[in-house]
């Protein structure tokens, strides 16, 4: 059984940071993209960092680029979204997802590419 579960989200102040991982279990995802999204209050689902299969690609939307890194560990089968600078409107369910063309050069943004899903792990910034 896959499981990709999520973890380090909580309650911080703006400019804070938080880091968050993602570990996945019951096959490995090395060849595979792994990406970052959020789901604000009563918004859609939405993109928000991605990394290709040898961290050689990395993708991030505009609203979180200089603040937020990805990284992964391939021998520990973990992405982890590094959150600096945090402002309230961060406040969000993350999802972690793996998926895409095996070896693909570049990393999709559409979550629609994505095969398995986390449960989420809640972030919230206060102000």
């Known amino acids: 059984q896959v499981q990709l579960v999520e973890s380090g989200g909580g309650l911080v102040q703006a400019g804070g940071s938080l880091r968050l991982s993602c570990a996945a279990s019951?096959?490995?995802?090395?060849?595979?993209?792994m990406g970052w999204f959020r789901q604000p209050p009563g918004k859609e689902r939405e993109f928000v960092a991605a990394s290709s299969w040898n961290s050689g690609s990395t993708y991030y939307a505009d609203s979180v680029k200089g603040r937020f890194t990805i990284s992964r560990d391939s021998a520990k089968n973990t992405v982890y979204l590094q959150m600096n600078s945090l402002k309230p409107e961060d406040t969000a369910v993350y999802y972690c997802?793996?998926?895409?063309?095996?070896?693909?050069?570049?990393?999709?943004?559409?979550?629609?590419?994505?095969?398995?899903w986390g449960q989420g792990t809640q972030v919230t910034v206060s102000s």
């Open positions: 019951g096959r490995s995802f090395s060849r595979y993209a």
């Open positions: 997802a793996a998926g895409g063309r095996p070896l693909a050069t570049k990393p999709p943004r559409d979550r629609l590419n994505y095969d398995y």
